[in-house]
């Protein structure tokens, strides 16, 4: 039973929500210093303070929820279904249910945008953010191909795609 868990894709991620939570506090810090800065009745040094630990709390705040998210968060290939877990809720999706497959392609920041349609003519689309994800969506095909209509080549489309991802942790390895 194969678990995938966020990548450093993710990690970078939250980095970056990070950095722009603080770029807007002090944002707003100096809209107000502009506005309000020459009013007698505040005291600047304190305003200061006050958007410094309000920024500093939310930058934590925003790294607490993502660290947190990162470490709930994983999909499982089980014997009957696959599962999605993230915040202790798991989801099973089971094979059965699987119907449809193909390729979307909105993007080039995309990693194998692939979408999956339920029965219950729901689409699932994993995350992007995973480690592994060509050989978790591989291992998906493999199990619903059986049953499941998959766009034509979209199964070799995904075993390149890991092929290329497995070339080129060999080669950063060899570095």
Aim: proline share 3%; with cysteine.
């Amino acid at each position: 039973m194969n678990t995938f868990r966020p990548s450093l894709r993710f990690s970078r991620f939250r980095n970056l929500c990070m950095v722009i939570v603080a770029v807007m506090v002090f944002g707003f810090y100096f809209i107000y210093d502009y506005i309000y800065g020459e009013m007698e009745s505040w005291n600047p040094k304190l305003m200061a303070i006050v958007f410094l630990v309000t920024g500093i709390f939310l930058v934590l705040l925003v790294g607490l929820f993502f660290t947190h998210m990162k470490n709930t968060m994983y999909y499982r290939l089980t014997a009957n279904a696959l599962e999605f877990s993230c915040w202790g809720r798991s989801v099973f999706y089971p094979y059965s249910d699987f119907v449809k497959a193909w390729y979307r392609f909105s993007g080039p920041f995309d990693t194998l945008p692939i979408v999956f349609q339920l029965r219950s003519k729901r689409t699932l689309e994993l995350n992007q953010y995973i480690a592994g994800l060509p050989d978790l969506t591989l291992g998906l095909l493999e199990r619903i191909e059986d049953h499941a209509e998959l766009e034509k080549g979209l199964k070799d489309r995904a075993a390149a795609f890991a092929k290329r991802e497995k070339d080129r942790k060999q080669k950063i390895g060899k570095k």
